[in-house]
């Protein structure tokens, strides 16, 4: 009876140990190890320089013929000059980008640069090739109305997480041993061509092309939706007791 | 075979298996803000419920987890379209009386609605919305209170206290009402701050008395504590409960989150749930309770359980595949079908032909037979 008491009571104090251990591993851990985070940083274009923008896009209006630009990357948690677009000021600049679009007189022009990163960022994926856009909007829309015009963007709970669809999942990733990326070298930028520039060009789609394709499953979808709904109207319907 | 093997035997289902149907369907809503699937999750536990439910009182209370889901889904589209700038896009609805806020604080009154923002609300809305209706179906087809009874002894206390304080809250609300009644054949008014006042003393001094009553008769029927368990041994089993708990919730955190490192998921969940076995097994040898007819764990149980933790996993494995079809990359596009998830979800709808019908006495009485005895 005493040895088993013995035991028992050994037996307890190294399970608390190895509970306190757990625990203290799990939450000192988590504090660690994540030194970074994944997210699209947002940048103004002033004086042929980036500046990492003090402020939220939708909090934020751009003037007409400024550029905005977007990159997507690891940013360690105290950094705070965050992660430029690699892109070449001199060569994708207002013109460049803006030359061919028309406003009207309520309307201005914002240059949009969209850096999707590097493939050391891409998660098992090749990130798609940096682009351009002018943004043809009303005279008082925010950043992000502007870059809403050129590109899709998921927000989660007000948070930009995605462009186009990149990353498909996730915001503000924890990235663990994050280290900050300086020096890079400019990549080429696709720029609009001249006579595709569009009026308010709302983001290409390209799954809703073909129509048809996506349309009947969806059709299906929503008939099984119906069908169960009316189904579990018909049998509470039955019971009429609730 | 057994009859309670059979999904045609008539017998109450195992709560527990509800509970973990649910929670399966639940987890599969976390993970996505498609409206297709969501709302599939949505009209598959309306049509379980409906196929399924009991005449038990909290039976009802589907329909009014179905409310509070559509006014979760008011409020957020009212929070975050009328009231934050934080998610407008280019597609102008129409344009409120604007009142100027300072706007780095993200809050607007008034100003632009845009599709985009309307949009975004509704699908996350509809998410939250759709696990508080798992929550409801959980609730309904396998109540909280049956579910009570198959705490682990080593809980003992907290469960017996719970169903105590779930069969006395009714109770409270009738009080209320009488105390009130009396109050009103005085000539009192029962409205306003003064009112609540007089109706607290009463009704607390009701329950009060009440609660002595019933820890007498309980104490002269022998549910009083008789275990002749050692200090260290009690601390360590609660310690270990405790300890493994907290692993379960930071487990699930982790794996539902979807963002934290990955060994806070999954490894974290494992060992929550082995720790709090241990405990709850040691504590559980102290006592030795009678349980008054025990629901079984048969086949039927099974395949209710298989199914919710089908959904889930399908619905994880989309994620993993094509993360683009359940995190939509704009909300104005039309929604693609992940089909992978959506035939996961159906696969849940199974408990409404599998799990067993109920016995004559708990079904929902139809309408002919009231009418039979309103004849004679």
Same mark, same amino acid.
Not at chain 2, 156 to 174: K, N, R, S
Not at chain 2, 242 to 251: A, D, K, P, Q, Y
């Given at each position: 009876?005493?040895?088993?008491?013995?035991?028992?009571?050994?037996?307890?104090?190294?399970?608390?140990?190895?509970?306190?251990?757990?625990?203290?591993?799990?939450?000192?851990?988590?504090?660690?190890?994540?030194?970074?985070?994944?997210?699209?940083?947002?940048?103004?274009?002033?004086?042929?320089?980036?500046?990492?923008?003090?402020?939220?896009?939708?909090?934020?209006?751009?003037?007409?013929?400024?550029?905005?630009?977007?990159?997507?990357?690891?940013?360690?948690?105290?950094?705070?000059?965050?992660?430029?677009?690699?892109?070449?000021?001199?060569?994708?600049?207002?013109?460049?980008?803006?030359?061919?679009?028309?406003?009207?007189?309520?309307?201005?022009?914002?240059?949009?640069?969209?850096?999707?990163?590097?493939?050391?960022?891409?998660?098992?994926?090749?990130?798609?090739?940096?682009?351009?856009?002018?943004?043809?909007?009303?005279?008082?829309?925010?950043?992000?109305?502007?870059?809403?015009?050129?590109?899709?963007?998921?927000?989660?709970?007000?948070?930009?997480?995605?462009?186009?669809?990149?990353?498909?999942?996730?915001?503000?990733?924890?990235?663990?041993?994050?280290?900050?990326?300086?020096?890079?070298?400019?990549?080429?930028?696709?720029?609009?061509?001249?006579?595709?520039?569009?009026?308010?060009?709302?983001?290409?789609?390209?799954?809703?092309?073909?129509?048809?394709?996506?349309?009947?499953?969806?059709?299906?979808?929503?008939?099984?939706?119906?069908?169960?709904?009316?189904?579990?109207?018909?049998?509470?319907?039955?019971?009429?007791?609730? | 075979?057994?009859?309670?093997?059979?999904?045609?035997?008539?017998?109450?289902?195992?709560?527990?298996?509800?509970?973990?149907?649910?929670?399966?369907?639940?987890?599969?809503?976390?993970?996505?803000?498609?409206?297709?699937?969501?709302?599939?999750?949505?009209?598959?536990?309306?049509?379980?419920?409906?196929?399924?439910?009991?005449?038990?009182?909290?039976?009802?209370?589907?329909?009014?987890?179905?409310?509070?889901?559509?006014?979760?889904?008011?409020?957020?589209?009212?929070?975050?379209?009328?009231?934050?700038?934080?998610?407008?896009?280019?597609?102008?609805?129409?344009?409120?009386?604007?009142?100027?806020?300072?706007?780095?604080?993200?809050?607007?009154?008034?100003?632009?609605?845009?599709?985009?923002?309307?949009?975004?609300?509704?699908?996350?809305?509809?998410?939250?919305?759709?696990?508080?209706?798992?929550?409801?179906?959980?609730?309904?087809?396998?109540? *909280?209170? /049956?579910?009570? %009874?198959? @705490?682990? $002894?080593? &809980?003992?206390?907290? +469960?017996?206290?719970? !169903?105590?304080?779930?069969?006395?809250?009714?109770?409270?609300?009738?009080?209320?009402?009488?105390?009130?009644?009396?109050?009103?054949?005085?000539?009192?008014?029962?409205?306003?701050?003064?009112?609540?006042?007089?109706?607290?003393?009463?009704?607390?001094?009701?329950?009060?008395?009440?609660?002595?009553?019933?820890?007498?008769?309980?104490?002269?029927?022998?549910?009083?504590?008789?275990?002749? *368990?050692? /200090?260290?041994? %009690?601390? @360590?089993? $609660?310690? &270990?409960?405790?300890? +493994?708990?907290?692993? !379960?919730?930071?487990?699930?955190?982790?794996?539902?989150?979807?963002?934290?490192?990955?060994?806070?998921?999954?490894?974290?969940?494992?060992?929550?749930?082995?720790?709090?076995?241990?405990?709850?097994?040691?504590?559980?040898?102290?006592?030795?309770?009678?349980?008054?007819?025990?629901?079984?764990?048969?086949?039927?149980?099974?395949?209710?359980?298989?199914?919710?933790?089908?959904?889930?996993?399908?619905?994880?494995?989309?994620?993993?595949?094509?993360?683009?079809?359940?995190?939509?990359?704009?909300?104005?596009?039309?929604?693609?079908?992940?089909?992978?998830?959506?035939?996961?979800?159906?696969?849940?709808?199974?408990?409404?032909?599998?799990?067993?019908?109920?016995?004559?006495?708990?079904?929902?009485?139809?309408?002919?037979?009231?009418?039979?005895?309103?004849?004679?």
């Amino acid at each position: 009876m005493a040895s088993s008491t013995t035991l028992r009571r050994s037996a307890g104090v190294l399970i608390s140990l190895f509970v306190a251990v757990f625990v203290a591993a799990g939450f000192s851990g988590t504090a660690h190890a994540v030194d970074g985070y994944k997210f699209w940083n947002y940048f103004h274009a002033t004086d042929g320089a980036w500046a990492f923008s003090q402020k939220g896009a939708s909090a934020y209006e751009p003037a007409d013929g400024t550029i905005e630009g977007y990159r997507f990357g690891t940013t360690t948690a105290n950094d705070t000059d965050g992660l430029p677009p690699r892109a070449d000021l001199a060569e994708v600049n207002f013109e460049t980008i803006c030359g061919a679009a028309e406003a009207d007189v309520d309307q201005k022009r914002v240059g949009v640069v969209i850096d999707y990163g590097t493939e050391a960022d891409a998660e098992d994926t090749t990130p798609p090739a940096p682009r351009a856009e002018c943004a043809v909007v009303d005279a008082d829309a925010n950043g992000l109305q502007v870059l809403q015009a050129v590109a899709n963007v998921r927000i989660e709970n007000s948070f930009s997480c995605a462009i186009d669809g990149y990353p498909a999942q996730g915001c503000g990733t924890p990235v663990a041993d994050a280290t900050d990326t300086t020096g890079e070298q400019p990549v080429a930028f696709e720029l609009p061509a001249d006579e595709t520039v569009e009026e308010t060009a709302p983001a290409a789609d390209p799954a809703g092309d073909d129509g048809n394709d996506l349309l009947f499953p969806l059709v299906l979808a929503g008939v099984v939706v119906v069908a169960l709904g009316a189904g579990a109207f018909a049998l509470n319907r039955r019971n009429p007791d609730a | 075979m057994r009859p309670q093997h059979l999904v045609t035997f008539p017998r109450n289902l195992h709560p527990g298996a509800w509970w973990l149907w649910a929670l399966g369907l639940a987890a599969a809503a976390s993970r996505t803000q498609n409206p297709v699937p969501l709302l599939l999750i949505l009209v598959v536990t309306g049509f379980v419920v409906a196929a399924r439910r009991s005449n038990a009182p909290w039976a009802k209370s589907y329909g009014a987890f179905l409310k509070l889901a559509l006014i979760v889904i008011a409020i957020r589209i009212v929070f975050q379209a009328v009231l934050s700038s934080g998610s407008q896009g280019p597609t102008v609805l129409f344009t409120l009386p604007e009142i100027p806020v300072p706007s780095d604080t993200g809050i607007k009154l008034g100003g632009i609605i845009s599709l985009e923002a309307v949009l975004r609300a509704f699908y996350e809305g509809l998410q939250l919305a759709t696990i508080l209706c798992c929550i409801g179906a959980a609730n309904s087809l396998g109540s *909280a209170r /049956r579910l009570l %009874r198959y @705490v682990p $002894g080593a &809980l003992y206390e907290i +469960g017996v206290a719970c !169903v105590i304080a779930l069969t006395f809250a009714p109770q409270l609300v009738t009080d209320a009402g009488r105390v009130r009644a009396a109050h009103r054949l005085r000539g009192q008014t029962s409205r306003g701050l003064g009112s609540l006042k007089r109706l607290a003393m009463p009704v607390l001094e009701g329950a009060l008395d009440r609660s002595i009553e019933l820890a007498a008769a309980m104490d002269s029927r022998g549910y009083g504590r008789t275990t002749d *368990a050692g /200090r260290v041994s %009690r601390r @360590v089993t $609660g310690l &270990l409960v405790f300890g +493994g708990l907290l692993g !379960v919730c930071v487990g699930v955190y982790g794996l539902l989150a979807g963002t934290s490192a990955g060994w806070v998921g999954l490894p974290m969940l494992l060992g929550g749930c082995l720790l709090a076995a241990v405990g709850m097994f040691f504590g559980g040898r102290r006592t030795g309770r009678t349980k008054y007819r025990p629901d079984p764990w048969a086949l039927p149980e099974w395949l209710v359980t298989g199914t919710g933790l089908a959904a889930a996993v399908t619905m994880f494995v989309a994620v993993e595949r094509t993360p683009a079809d359940l995190f939509l990359a704009s909300v104005t596009q039309v929604p693609p079908v992940p089909l992978l998830a959506c035939a996961g979800i159906l696969i849940a709808i199974a408990p409404a032909f599998l799990a067993p019908p109920l016995p004559r006495s708990d079904r929902p009485q139809t309408a002919q037979p009231q009418q039979l005895e309103v004849a004679a």
